[in-house]
């Protein structure tokens, strides 16, 4: 009886210790699922720091510039005031494609109209191309203009006594800039130039371009 009433107090004082390190046990899970939930957090946290940071830097889709180098006359040629009809005059233009982009900008096929006195009087199409990233494209551009369209514009007579025409020319580019197959653009860039061409010196004078974004 002795042994037994010895016995008996331990059971207890085991169960107690058994409770504790349970206690324990469940505490410490605890505290590591939030610590994991808190590594989780930062990480997401920094991820989405570095994801905008990268789309507003890196990421961002700047807008492609074109821009019209130099442009010449060719065959312009005049019999007793009149334009010779039998040959096409042609103008010659030198344009680039800037792309500022991380990724290369491909367009596909464009057109130039060159008007005078508001009327075309010319129209050429550029072939599909790309500009490489951060790279500017050169183009010579190349447009025939009828001798017949350009007499009859109503003040063809004045210009040509005056010794200048006023003609202006509307360019458009359509394309895309596409980054790691996530960042898509679609961006039409518009030319409009207005210049000054003088027939005693054969050259274009005080050149004027606005260009226009669509996207």
């Given at each position: 009886?002795?042994?037994?009433?010895?016995?008996?107090?331990?059971?207890?004082?085991?169960?107690?210790?058994?409770?504790?390190?349970?206690?324990?046990?469940?505490?410490?899970?605890?505290?590591?699922?939030?610590?994991?939930?808190g590594?989780?957090?930062?990480?997401?946290?920094?991820?989405?720091?570095?994801?905008?940071?990268?789309?507003?830097?890196?990421?961002?889709?700047?807008?492609?510039?074109?821009?019209?180098?130099?442009?010449?006359?060719?065959?312009?040629?005049?019999?007793?005031?009149?334009?010779?009809?039998?040959?096409?005059?042609?103008?010659?233009?030198?344009?680039?494609?800037?792309?500022?982009?991380?990724?290369?900008?491909?367009?596909?096929?464009?057109?130039?109209?060159?008007?005078?006195g508001?009327?075309?009087?010319?129209?050429?199409?550029?072939?599909?191309?790309?500009?490489?990233?951060?790279?500017?494209?050169?183009?010579?551009?190349?447009?025939?203009?009828?001798?017949?369209?350009?007499?009859?514009?109503?003040?063809?007579?004045?210009?040509?006594?005056?010794?200048?025409?006023?003609?202006?020319?509307?360019?458009?580019?359509s394309?895309?800039?596409?980054?790691?197959?996530?960042?898509?653009k679609?961006?039409?860039?518009?030319?409009?130039?207005?210049?000054?061409?003088?027939?005693?010196?054969?050259?274009?004078?005080?050149?004027?371009?606005?260009?226009?974004?669509?996207?």
């Amino acid at each position: 009886m002795a042994e037994q009433q010895h016995v008996k107090p331990l059971a207890p004082a085991a169960f107690r210790d058994e409770e504790e390190a349970l206690s324990t046990q469940l505490n410490l899970r605890k505290r590591r699922y939030v610590q994991c939930c808190g590594c989780i957090s930062a990480l997401s946290l920094i991820l989405a720091v570095v994801v905008l940071v990268l789309f507003f830097t890196l990421f961002r889709i700047h807008d492609p510039k074109i821009k019209i180098n130099s442009v010449t006359i060719q065959r312009l040629e005049l019999i007793n005031g009149s334009l010779r009809n039998d040959v096409n005059v042609t103008l010659l233009a030198d344009v680039s494609v800037t792309n500022p982009n991380v990724a290369t900008f491909k367009f596909s096929n464009s057109t130039t109209l060159i008007y005078y006195g508001g009327r075309v009087i010319g129209e050429a199409i550029h072939l599909q191309g790309q500009a490489k990233a951060r790279r500017t494209l050169l183009r010579n551009v190349t447009v025939e203009l009828d001798p017949e369209k350009i007499e009859a514009v109503p003040s063809f007579r004045s210009d040509l006594n005056s010794g200048a025409f006023s003609i202006s020319s509307y360019s458009t580019i359509s394309g895309r800039v596409k980054i790691l197959k996530i960042v898509k653009k679609r961006v039409v860039v518009r030319l409009n130039c207005t210049t000054t061409y003088r027939i005693s010196g054969r050259q274009f004078v005080g050149e004027s371009c606005r260009p226009e974004l669509d996207f």
